[in-house]
């Protein structure tokens, strides 16, 4: 299952540009991103919380499921601009600087430019 599961994940980021799906209540006042539904379904908090459920999401468990830094890149190269290889800082920007399961999220980028990512969801 973890398999398919990966291979559903890495097909999805090759074939399509990256959708990190919308917020949605998970459980109590908990919210988690659409995209992600499989992993509150089959899966525990500490898929991405190597550590602890309440401590922060891992990048290695980011890593795992997506591909690493320099994949990702890749995977959105055609987009301009290229959120995962930006100029200032290249493809290694911890992927929870732009992204966040649980909270609205926020292009790190858009702090000095106003780009339009429009496969990012807040």
């Not at 100029?87 to 920007?93: E, F, I, Q, T």
């Not at 292009?107 to 339009?116: S, T, V």
Request: contains cysteine; glycine residues 6%; charged residues 20%.
């Amino acid at each position: 299952m973890k398999t398919l599961i990966l291979s559903l994940l890495a097909l999805t980021l090759v074939s399509s540009p990256l959708h990190a799906g919308d917020l949605y209540k998970v459980m109590g006042k908990r919210e988690g991103r659409s995209n992600h539904s499989f992993m509150y379904d089959e899966k525990d908090c500490k898929t991405c919380h190597q550590g602890s459920p309440k401590g922060p999401a891992t990048e290695a468990a980011c890593i795992d499921c997506h591909g690493s830094y320099d994949e990702i890149a890749a995977s959105t190269k055609d987009q301009t601009p290229n959120p995962h290889d930006a100029p200032h800082w290249g493809a290694d920007v911890p992927c929870t600087v732009c992204h966040s399961e649980h909270q609205p999220a926020k292009a790190l980028c858009n702090d000095c430019h106003q780009f339009a990512f429009p496969n990012f969801s807040k």
